[in-house]
């Protein structure tokens, strides 16, 4: 059964930093291209960052982009995504999600497995 489990979620002043980290488990990881979405109350999930199977390509929303910044560990079968400079528009669940191609366009529908979320606050 393919399990991804984010972990590294919590409180933070507003220009704090977190780490959050994706395990998978029942899927190798370094064969899918993986990201991170978050969804706040009341809005649409939305795309964060991504990083392909190697880790030799990132791409970033425009919100995070200088930000934040996402990596990933094959040999842990984990992806990381760093998050500093927090705002209180940060506040959201993250979701980090794996599918088997690289491109540049990332939407809810295109990925193949999710995790079940950990949350981010960042308070003023």
């Known amino acids: 059964q393919v399990q991804l489990v984010e972990s590294g979620g919590g409180l933070v002043q507003a220009g704090g930093s977190l780490t959050l980290s994706c395990a998978a488990s029942?899927?190798?990881?370094?064969?899918?291209?993986v990201g991170w979405f978050r969804q706040a109350p009341g809005k649409e999930r939305e795309f964060v960052a991504a990083i392909n199977w190697s880790g030799g390509r990132t791409f970033f929303g425009d919100s995070v982009n200088g930000r934040f910044t996402i990596s990933r560990d094959n040999a842990k079968n984990t992806v990381c995504l760093q998050m500093n400079s927090l705002k209180p528009e940060d506040t959201a669940d993250y979701y980090c999600a794996a599918r088997g191609y690289w491109s540049g366009t990332w939407g809810t529908k295109d990925m193949a497995h999710w995790g079940k979320g950990t949350l981010v606050t960042v308070s003023s």
């Open positions: 029942g899927l190798t990881l370094r064969n899918w291209a």
